[in-house]
Each structure stands twice: as structure tokens, then as C-alpha cells.
């Protein structure tokens, strides 16, 4: 009946987490844990309290408020916690993210790719994030977010700030091809070209298309491989013709 706001759990054991029904509790309500279980109940619990907008803190720091957005546990101080497992590749930092915990990447060995947030917020980490982790490359969008890395990065890491060209922004990997940022909400289509002669599009990032058009036809071309998360978010789309391996979850939100 959506009548619980809080839920309080006192168990201390991250093995036996109690299984909840979690209907009865309103959006957007407080889940309140001990500290030894916190990240266990995050993971376990990821998808409800994603999808119902739960807040999770723990018994010992109440204001601490967590929630997870596309797969990332996001702490209210405006830092980056954690992520759930993936297989991901490249990680989007969302805006207004200013910190990224030395730990935050635990168990992510896949990842080579963080895209820092596009409204230019220029994050703080540390040398332990590219010494434990499997960080290759950072995509910035300012040359204040390039500096900040470079200050903490060490030797190898390779720092490029994102290309514009008729509208878009994107980055392009070693083989030429691109992953395309985000696209000018004025187009009604795409043929594949707009980025120049050459430079195929591999990925489309999360968000890229987001609120774009209303937008008619796109064509990709053979070399598509993944389509980000909400991609195409109310883009109002019509024809779309690609071959990608890999389509995240909600890419085609509300088309």
C-alpha cells in the first residue's frame, strides 16, 4: 500500500540477508543497515533500489545517504562509492560526480575507459585508482578535468579530451573508430558520416541521443558494437538500422 517510508534491518551478517518484499515501502524510502552489510545489501538489493529510488544508509552514519543509478553506487557528497558487477568497458561518469572512492572499481576487470561528467565537474581520485585497477584511458571534456588527472595519473595513462564536429562529441579509440558522446538535439537523422571520412562510430554512449530529435532515420554501419544505457531516451525515434552486439538495458526508453 506504499504506506512504509523507512525500514531499519539489524542483522549483522552479510551472508544472511533476509529476503524483503519490498512492495509495501513508498518511493523513494530509507532503507537503514549496519555498516557490515552495507555493500552486500547495495549488490543483492540493486535493482529495487534502483528502480524505486531508494535512499540506503548505515546505522552508524544515517546523513550517508547511498543510491544506485545505471549500475553506480553514488554517495550524497557527490562521490562515486562503487559500481555492481559488469562486464562494461567504458565507464560514464554522470554529472556532478566530484569524487571517485580509491576502492570504487573493486572487482570491475573489464574496465579501461572513464568518460568524466559533460557538464566539465572536475573530479578528484587518487594514484591508487589506476594502480589497482585496469584504467587505461581518460576522456575529458575540459582541460581543468585533464589536469586533475594528470596530477594523480601515472606514466601510461592516456588523457585525451573529446572532439566536437558538426554538433557531436565523441572520442575516438586506437582502430578508428569512435563512441560517440552526444549528438545535437536538433537532428531528424543520422547516415553514419557525420563525423568525418573515416571514423566509424563502435559505441554509442549512455544518454548520446538523449531528448534528441524527434529523429527519423539512422544508419550506423557495420561497426556498431554497443549501444549505452538510455541512448535513446524520448529521442522519438522511427527507422534504426544497426548490428550491435551489445544493447544496454533501457537504450530505447520511451522511443
Same mark, same amino acid.
Not at 63 to 86: A, F, Q
Not at 105 to 112: D, F, P, R
Not at 113 to 121: E, N, R, S
Not at 177 to 202: D, H, K, Q, R
Given at each position: 500500500?506504499?504506506? @512504509?517510508?523507512?525500514?531499519?534491518?539489524? /542483522?549483522?551478517?552479510?551472508?544472511?540477508?533476509?529476503?524483503?518484499?519490498?512492495?509495501?515501502?513508498?518511493?523513494?524510502? =530509507?532503507?537503514?543497515? &549496519?555498516?557490515?552489510?552495507?555493500?552486500?545489501? @547495495? $549488490? &543483492?538489493?540493486?535493482?529495487?533500489?534502483?528502480?524505486? /529510488?531508494?535512499?540506503?544508509?548505515?546505522?552508524?552514519?544515517?546523513?550517508? #545517504?547511498?543510491?544506485? &543509478?545505471?549500475?553506480?553506487?553514488?554517495?550524497?557528497?557527490?562521490? @562515486?562509492?562503487?559500481?555492481?558487477? !559488469?562486464?562494461?568497458?567504458?565507464?560514464?561518469?554522470?554529472?556532478?560526480?566530484?569524487? #571517485?572512492?580509491?576502492?570504487?572499481?573493486?572487482?570491475? +576487470?573489464?574496465?579501461?575507459?572513464?568518460?568524466?561528467?559533460?557538464?566539465?565537474?572536475?573530479? $578528484? !581520485?587518487?594514484?591508487?585508482?589506476?594502480? =589497482?585497477?585496469?584504467? &587505461?584511458?581518460?576522456?575529458?571534456? +575540459?582541460?581543468?578535468?585533464?589536469?586533475?588527472?594528470?596530477?594523480?595519473?601515472?606514466?601510461?595513462?592516456? #588523457?585525451?579530451?573529446? !572532439? *566536437? *564536429? +558538426?554538433?557531436?562529441?565523441?572520442?575516438?579509440?586506437?582502430?578508428?573508430?569512435?563512441?560517440?558522446?552526444?549528438?545535437?538535439?536538433?537532428?531528424?537523422?543520422?547516415?553514419?558520416?557525420? @563525423?568525418?571520412?573515416?571514423?566509424?562510430?563502435?559505441?554509442?554512449?549512455?544518454?548520446?541521443?538523449?531528448?534528441?530529435?524527434?529523429?527519423?532515420?539512422?544508419?550506423?554501419?557495420?561497426?556498431?558494437? =554497443? #549501444?549505452?544505457?538510455?541512448?535513446?531516451?524520448?529521442?522519438?525515434?522511427?527507422?534504426?538500422?544497426?548490428?550491435?552486439?551489445?544493447?544496454?538495458?533501457?537504450?530505447?526508453?520511451?522511443?
Amino acid at each position: 500500500s506504499d504506506c @512504509l517510508t523507512k525500514l531499519v534491518f539489524q /542483522g549483522t551478517n552479510p551472508n544472511v540477508l533476509p529476503e524483503v518484499n519490498f512492495e509495501d515501502l513508498a518511493e523513494e524510502s =530509507k532503507l537503514v543497515v &549496519k555498516p557490515e552489510v552495507l555493500d552486500r545489501f @547495495l $549488490q &543483492k538489493n540493486r535493482t529495487v533500489i534502483e528502480n524505486r /529510488g531508494f535512499q540506503v544508509s548505515d546505522t552508524e552514519q544515517p546523513d550517508v #545517504i547511498y543510491t544506485v &543509478k545505471n549500475g553506480m553506487v553514488l554517495r550524497n557528497d557527490g562521490s @562515486l562509492s562503487g559500481l555492481m558487477p !559488469s562486464e562494461d568497458e567504458v565507464l560514464y561518469l554522470p554529472n556532478g560526480i566530484e569524487k #571517485i572512492d580509491s576502492d570504487a572499481l573493486q572487482g570491475q +576487470n573489464h574496465l579501461n575507459t572513464i568518460v568524466m561528467p559533460a557538464d566539465g565537474t572536475v573530479v $578528484q !581520485s587518487d594514484g591508487a585508482l589506476f594502480e =589497482k585497477y585496469t584504467i &587505461k584511458n581518460v576522456i575529458c571534456y +575540459n582541460q581543468d578535468q585533464v589536469n586533475a588527472i594528470r596530477a594523480v595519473a601515472p606514466e601510461g595513462i592516456t #588523457i585525451q579530451t573529446c !572532439s *566536437k *564536429k +558538426n554538433g557531436y562529441t565523441y572520442f575516438v579509440t586506437e582502430e578508428n573508430t569512435a563512441v560517440l558522446l552526444s549528438a545535437p538535439e536538433t537532428i531528424t537523422e543520422f547516415t553514419g558520416t557525420e @563525423l568525418g571520412e573515416g571514423i566509424s562510430i563502435c559505441e554509442i554512449g549512455n544518454y548520446a541521443f538523449d531528448s534528441a530529435g524527434p529523429l527519423g532515420n539512422l544508419y550506423f554501419g557495420e561497426h556498431l558494437v =554497443k #549501444i549505452g544505457q538510455q541512448a535513446f531516451n524520448f529521442a522519438g525515434l522511427t527507422s534504426f538500422v544497426a548490428d550491435a552486439e551489445s544493447v544496454e538495458y533501457g537504450a530505447f526508453t520511451e522511443c
